[in-house]
């Protein structure tokens, strides 16, 4: 069991690849060079990446490719996304009270901008971005955070995230879903390859679950005409449900509520009423096995303006006796039978 996991961000956290081949497209073409498509660029691009510009681009000074390079990704309209499972990955740390920390080279303030705008920065105790090698760093990451390196991985997309692990005395654990294609990943041995963080959580999941329950929060939500909002998500294996999710430690209820409903659906509510509390253990509707006890909520919006994050696939907004029609999940059925039937929605 891994009590500290270091994270290496681009192609594992997030897939910023497609800015990343236009932008070095566009430095190719400055120098006269052909542009390469994906497969080929994972097969080549590698860390620390003065080596990759040295093979195509022998002689120009990284400090003149810098410049060119940075401008174009920051322009590049090619979208930047969470993977999928990273979020999940990231909160399943948090539950377990391991400690979580990063270890990139994509520039710092690149770096920051994704941090925030994808709401990651309260999952790592620190981060460190800009880093050309970053076996330079890994020890000094040990040292300061006092990590026993017998209990942590390096969790990373490429070779030299692998050969990174191996220079700090840490475990390797590599992904699928980044720069590197599986072949080179497997030649330098790393102590674990998985496809994608979700299979991470679930072999690491089998040796440790919490202690206690999980206390979590969520809200049958109606507008002023007296519609609810039901939102399907893989979560409950594509069921449909309410919004809502975990307490964080220091977290008031109520507080917690409203930070859940404005990430997962970009909605302010109010009139917010108690319902009930349900108990929810091991369900066979849920992704995991996990031990909830779940609070629910009725309350209002005066928007019907969804914006979904990456939790949910889809959203409708339906009378009480329509969303009954729909492949609920058992608690959300529950619930919305009882609020039915106690007038909860009436008001």
Known sequence: ???????????????????VLEATNLVFGKYGLESMDRDRFRRHFRLPYREFYEEFLPGVPLEELEEQFRPAFRESQVPVTVLPHAREKLEWCADRGIRAFVLTSMDAEAFGKQLREFGFSEFFEATYAGVLDKRDVIHRILETHRLDPAETAFVGDMTHDVETARHGGVSSIAVLTGYTHAEPLAAVRPDLTVPDLGVLRGLLTKHTRPAHPISTVGALIHDDAGLVLMVRTHKWRNLW??????????????????????????????RIRFALVQDCIDSAEFERPEHFILLNYIARSHSRDVILNDEAEEFRWVTPANALSLELNHPTRYLLVEAMERGLLDS
Do not use: C, Q, Y
């Not at 449900?241 to 409903?261: N, S, V, Y």
């Open 241 to 270: 449900g309410i919004p809502g999710g975990k307490i964080r430690r220091g977290e008031t209820a109520i507080a917690a509520l409203h930070r859940e409903i404005l990430e997962e659906t970009a909605l302010e509510i109010d």
């Open 1 to 19: 069991m891994f009590r500290n996991l270091i994270f290496d961000w681009s192609g594992t956290l997030v897939d910023d690849l497609g800015p």
